[in-house]
C-alpha cells in the first residue's frame, strides 16, 4: 500500500520527466526553447477529456491519441515557423520569441475549444478533475502505476531509437555537429522534424498525465512550465535522459519535499511549491551548469567505463 | 498550366499599368512616396483608429488609451534598455514591474499610514482593516495638495530603488549565464515574486487587494484626467531617457557589447560593469511603471502580475515596433494598445453578427493576434516597424564637413 501522497508525487514526477524530455529533445536538436509546451501539454489533455467525456472510456485509451495530436502540433510548429527560422540562422532568443507566438495562439485554442464544449454538450471543462475518471488498483489510483511505466517505456523507446536505429545515431550526429553530419548525408530537416514530431508527442502525453495530480484547467500548462524548464535545465539540455532524469528529480522533490517541510514547518509550507522548483534550477545552473548528464557519474562510481549513448556534451 | 498562361499575362499587364500610374500619381503629389512604408502606414492606423473612437465612443476611451500606452511604454522602453540594446533575454520583465508595485502597495502605504498615526503593523494589509485604514488616509489627502504630491513623489523614488535593487540581484544571473538558460531563470524569479505575494498575505494583501492611499484624490471628478497627464509626463520623461541614454557612450558600448562582446572586452570596457548597470536602470524604469500602475488602479493585487501582461505583451510590443529602436517602441506600443481596445469594445457587436460562431468569444482573438502577430513579425519583418538605425552622435552637416576633409587629404598627398 502506497500512501496517497507518494502516489501522487509519482504520478507527477512522471509527467513532468515526460514534458522536460520533450522540452530538452527539440532544444537539442534544434536551439528551439519550446514555450509551446505550455499549451501543447494542455492540449494533449482536454483532446483526452473531451473523449473521455464525450464517447466515454477509460482516459488511458486516448493516450495515444494524445500523443499523436501533440507529434501533430509539433510538425505543424516545425512547417510554419521552425524551418524557416532554422534556415535564416536566427539567435536563439528569435527562436523562442516564435514558439511564444504559436503558444498563445494554442492558447486562444484552446479557450474557444472549452467555449465549445460547454455549448454544445453542456460540459465544464474549465475545471476538471480528470482523476475521477480513474480506477484503482489495490487501493492505489492506477494512474500512479501507468505513468510510471508511460515514462520509463518511453525513455527505453526513445533510447532504443537513438541506439538501435540508423536514423537514430543520423540524429545524435546531428546533434553533436550539424554541419559534418549534413557532411556525410544526413539530412537536418528529418531529424528537425523527428524531433518536433517526438518532443510534441512528449508534450501532449505529458499533460496527459499532469491532469492526473492537477485540476485540469486552460491554464494548467501555463502553471506547471515553470516545473518543465526546471526539469529539462537540471537534466542538462543536452541529453534526452537528463531531461527525463530530472524532471523525476523536480517532481518528487517538489512534491514530496513540500509535503515534509509542511509536517515540519506547518501547512503554509505548502501554497509555496512552486519556488522549490526554482530553488532546484538555481543549485543546477550556478553548481552544475551541464546539469545531471553532465555530471561525470561513472567517475565519481569509480567506474572506469566510458559512458556511451549518452547525448554527447557540446560545448 | 498552359491554359493559365493568358491570365498570368492580363495579371502582369495589370500590375505594370497599375504600377505605371502609381508613379504618375507621385510624381504629381510627392508625399505619396511616403505612404507604402509600414511605419507611415501604421501611424495613419492610429490616427484614424484614434479619430474614429473619439468621434463614436467619446473622449473617455482616447484617454483611456492614452493611459494604457503610457504605462506599457514605460514598460517596454525598460525591456528596449535591456534587450534591443544590451542583449540580455529579459524574460522576466514581471519581475521588476512587481518590485515597484509591491513596494508601493506594501511599504509606501505603511509609511504613509505612519506619518498619518494609523495602524501601519501587519495588519495594514489585513482585508478586514486596509480599506478602513486607506479610506481614513484618503480622506485627509483629499484637502492636502501638498503632502498628496509629496506622497507621489515618495512613491516613485521609492519604487525606483526597490526596482534598482531587483535589477541588481538580476544581475547575478545574468553575468554568468547565457541565452536561453538566463532567460529561463528570470521568468521563474518573476513568477515566483507573485506567488510569494498571493500567498503571504502581509504582503499586499494576498488574494485580497490592498488598496494604495490616493495621491490624486484632491482632483475630485478630475482625476483620471490629471493622473493621465501626469502618467503620460512621466512617459515622456522615461522616453527622453532611454533615448538621450542610447546616444550616449554609455549607450555606445551597450551595443558594441550586444554586438560583439570580444570587440568591447578588448577596447577595454568592463563587461560585467555595463551589463549590471543597464539592468539597474532598466529595472528602475520599469518599476516606476509597475508603482504608476499600481495607484492609476488604486489597489495592488498579485494576481493580477502574471508574465503574460508585464513580460510577453511587452515584449510583442517591442517586437512589431523594431527591437532595439525606441520610436518604433513607441509605435508598437501604440498598434497594439488600439487594436487591443478596439477588440475590447467591439466584441459585443462581433459576437451579434450573423454567422458569428456562438462559441467564439472575441476576447479570446486577442491571445490569437497577439500570437499571430509575433509568428509573422519574426518570420516576415524580423527589425519590426522603424528598423533600428545607426545612432549619429554629432550633427549631419559636421560629419559630412569631416568626411569632406578626410577626402581631401586623401586626394593631394
Redesign the interface.
Known sequence: MIPPVVADAITYASALSLLGCGITIIYMCTRTFNFAHASMCTWGFYIAYACVALVGGSPYTYYPLSFLLGAFLGAVCYFTINRPLLKRKVSEITLMMSTLGYDLVLFSMILMFCDYLTLNYKLSPRMVVFSTYDFKVAGVRAATYISLVLAIASITAIHLFLTKTKFGVALRATVENPDLAAVVGIDPDKVYLASWLIGGGLASLGGAVLAMTMTGTPVMGMEAIVAMFASSILGGLYSAYGGALGGFVVGITEYLGSYLLAGWLGPWVLTYRIVIPLIIMVIALFFFPRGLAGIPWSKLLGLARRSSGSGGERR | MSFLKPVKEKWAELKTRVAESWGRLVERYRILAYLPRADVLACLFVFICLAWLGAAKGAVIVVNILVTFALFLIITLSLNLE?GLTGI?Q?GRVLAVIAGAFIVGGLAGRLVALMLGMEAGLYYAHHMYNYRIVDAINRILEHNVALSMGIFIMYLVLAALSGAVFGWLTSR?AI??R???L???L???G??MM??GN?WWPLVGGTNAVHIPDPFRWAGDYRFYVITVVILAIALGVFVLVERLSRSPFGRTLRMMRDCELAAQVYGRDIVRVRTLSLVVGSAVAAIGGALYAIYVGTCTAMSYTR?TWT?WP??YM?LGGIGSNVGVVLGVLVFTIIRTLIFIYRFELKYLPGWP????PV?????F??????LI??FR?YGLVPEKPVSTLPHEQIEEMLKKVKEKASSP
Open positions: 534587450v533575454p524574460f544571473p554568468r549565464l541565452e536561453a538558460y532567460g529561463i531563470s521568468l521563474a524569479f513568477d515566483v506567488w510569494i500567498n503574460l510577453f515584449w510583442a517586437m456562438p462559441w467564439l468569444d479570446y482573438l486577442e491571445y490569437t497577439c500570437g499571430l502577430a509575433l509568428i519574426v518570420l524580423p
